[in-house]
């Protein structure tokens, strides 16, 4: 069974929608990009519900997107950084 990395950006923005702060979820993740030498003011930051993966305890899941404001694709490392939850 895979362990969870309960510092993973993904696991914090769902548990801040489980807790009903998702009020905070945009701050939380333009920290994050800054943290990565990122500037959060080039990106648009999207928040998808989806059902949760069967078998697990949740009932739904955020998926997070960004997309670049200047049209250029967002970089792979960073798109999987971003919704890894282990």
């Not at 990009?33 to 989806?50: A, H, T």
């Amino acid at each position: 069974m895979a362990q969870h990395n309960p510092h993973s950006i993904q696991l914090q923005i769902n548990r801040m929608y489980e807790s009903g702060q998702s009020l905070f979820a945009k701050t939380k993740v333009e920290d994050w990009l800054k943290q990565r030498n990122e500037d959060p003011s080039d990106y648009d930051i999207i928040f998808n519900k989806q059902p949760a993966p069967v078998g697990s305890r949740e009932v739904m899941a955020i998926k997070i997107e960004l997309q670049r404001k200047d049209g250029q694709p967002l970089d792979e490392w960073l798109s999987s950084q971003l919704n890894d939850s282990q």
